[in-house]
């Protein structure tokens, strides 16, 4: 932010909300641009976070950098801010970010009296800050199309709901960048809603098979992506796929708090698999284990969520808070 006598007074005239995501959105892209430096040197320093040495859990420096980079920065700026982030703080970057986007203080008269009336200490912001680590990885090895799937998420929930978020793509437009915000019952920013593919689904993995069929021979899906990363698949829903479907448990909090308020303030929605509304308090569990369904304003949610078998939906019970 400019210190200008007029920026100094949308500053201090805007509720907190519209600060706290007018600062993560200039941090989401100042961390992006960690990313993209920690890729162009060349060493990620990998380590596999796995416990039992068996399944895939890849972590980076720019994980780890970004992750400094977004918690010390927001903490500076909103001191006492609750953060729940995937990595821990360990790596350093030498400069945080202080500035904030104009963009979203100019906004702020839209906002009503509750999202006026939101203070600090009822606020957890959730944070993974790269989204796709696996691609990414995989990415370093060539040029890859992969690096598209990477994100920056911030999600900022509110009395345990997900209200405002922050999605930025670093590699968007040949390395440019593109950074998406919303705030529930403003409007979701820097991307275009385009026309829709009525039958196309996103997912990410073989093990949401069954329930693929199931949409299927419901004609709600005869043509399927399969793509990484919480952020890059409600951004492909957004831009015409019909639903992003994960009937696996595995998708953390800071997966989807950013993508859910992304879509929902869009008018789309994401819900568990059985269409259940997902917890970000404090008190949270990290997993998703009702799985992920996201659909956009141009769909009929719940017929994707009748369409999911029972026994699916049984599988994977959603539980409220840590146990």
Not at 19 to 39: D, F, Y
Not at 256 to 273: F, K, M, N, Q, S
């Given at each position: 932010?400019?210190?200008?006598?007029?920026?100094?007074?949308?500053?201090?005239?805007?509720?907190?909300?519209?600060?706290?995501?007018?600062?993560?959105?200039?941090?989401?892209?100042?961390?992006?641009?960690?990313?993209?430096?920690?890729?162009?040197?060349?060493?990620?320093?990998?380590?596999?976070?796995?416990?039992?040495?068996?399944?895939?859990?890849?972590?980076?420096?720019?994980?780890?950098?970004?992750?400094?980079?977004?918690?010390?920065?927001?903490?500076?700026?909103?001191?006492?801010?609750?953060?729940?982030?995937?990595?821990?703080?360990?790596?350093?970057?030498?400069?945080?970010?202080?500035?904030?986007?104009?963009?979203?203080?100019?906004?702020?008269?839209?906002?009503?009296?509750?999202?006026?009336?939101?203070?600090?200490?009822?606020?957890?912001?959730?944070?993974?800050?790269?989204?796709?680590?696996?691609?990414?990885?995989?990415?370093?090895?060539?040029?890859?199309?992969?690096?598209?799937?990477?994100?920056?998420?911030?999600?900022?929930?509110?009395?345990?709901?997900?209200?405002?978020?922050?999605?930025?793509?670093?590699?968007?437009?040949?390395?440019?960048?593109?950074?998406?915000?919303?705030?529930?019952?403003?409007?979701?920013?820097?991307?275009?809603?385009?026309?829709?593919?009525?039958?196309?689904?996103?997912?990410?993995?073989?093990?949401?098979?069954?329930?693929?069929?199931?949409?299927t021979k419901q004609g709600l899906a005869d043509s399927v992506e399969r793509v990484g990363g919480a952020g890059f698949k409600v951004i492909k829903c957004l831009e015409g796929a019909a639903a992003y479907v994960f009937a696996s448990p595995g998708c953390k909090k800071?997966?989807?708090?950013?993508?859910?308020?992304?879509?929902?303030?869009?008018?789309?929605?994401?819900?568990?698999?059985?269409?259940?509304?997902?917890?970000?308090?404090?008190?949270?569990?990290?997993?998703?284990?009702?799985?992920?369904?996201?659909?956009?304003?141009?769909?009929?949610?719940?017929?994707?969520?009748?369409?999911?078998?029972?026994?699916?939906?049984?599988?994977?019970?959603?539980?409220?808070?840590?146990?």
């Amino acid at each position: 932010m400019e210190c200008t006598k007029e920026s100094e007074e949308m500053w201090n005239q805007a509720c907190f909300i519209t600060r706290l995501v007018s600062s993560t959105v200039r941090v989401s892209e100042t961390a992006g641009n960690l990313i993209k430096r920690i890729m162009s040197e060349g060493d990620l320093k990998i380590v596999n976070k796995a416990v039992d040495g068996k399944a895939t859990d890849l972590q980076t420096e720019a994980d780890r950098s970004a992750q400094y980079c977004i918690e010390k920065s927001l903490q500076a700026k909103f001191n006492g801010l609750t953060i729940i982030g995937e990595e821990d703080v360990t790596s350093e970057v030498p400069n945080l970010e202080t500035s904030v986007c104009m963009d979203v203080l100019k906004e702020d008269s839209k906002c009503s009296e509750e999202l006026r009336s939101i203070k600090q200490e009822d606020v957890v912001v959730w944070v993974d800050p790269l989204d796709g680590t696996s691609e990414f990885a995989q990415a370093a090895k060539s040029a890859s199309p992969l690096l598209q799937q990477v994100t920056v998420l911030i999600g900022i929930a509110y009395r345990g709901r997900s209200i405002a978020g922050v999605v930025h793509q670093p590699y968007y437009d040949n390395g440019k960048g593109r950074t998406m915000w919303a705030i529930i019952g403003l409007g979701t920013y820097g991307i275009p809603l385009v026309g829709a593919n009525p039958n196309k689904v996103v997912v990410t993995t073989p093990m949401v098979t069954e329930a693929l069929e199931a949409l299927t021979k419901q004609g709600l899906a005869d043509s399927v992506e399969r793509v990484g990363g919480a952020g890059f698949k409600v951004i492909k829903c957004l831009e015409g796929a019909a639903a992003y479907v994960f009937a696996s448990p595995g998708c953390k909090k800071w997966d989807t708090a950013a993508p859910e308020a992304i879509i929902t303030a869009a008018g789309g929605r994401l819900t568990d698999i059985s269409g259940r509304t997902l917890y970000y308090g404090t008190d949270a569990q990290i997993t998703n284990t009702g799985g992920v369904l996201a659909t956009p304003h141009w769909v009929k949610h719940e017929e994707y969520v009748s369409a999911i078998p029972a026994h699916v939906k049984d599988c994977l019970p959603e539980f409220t808070s840590k146990n």
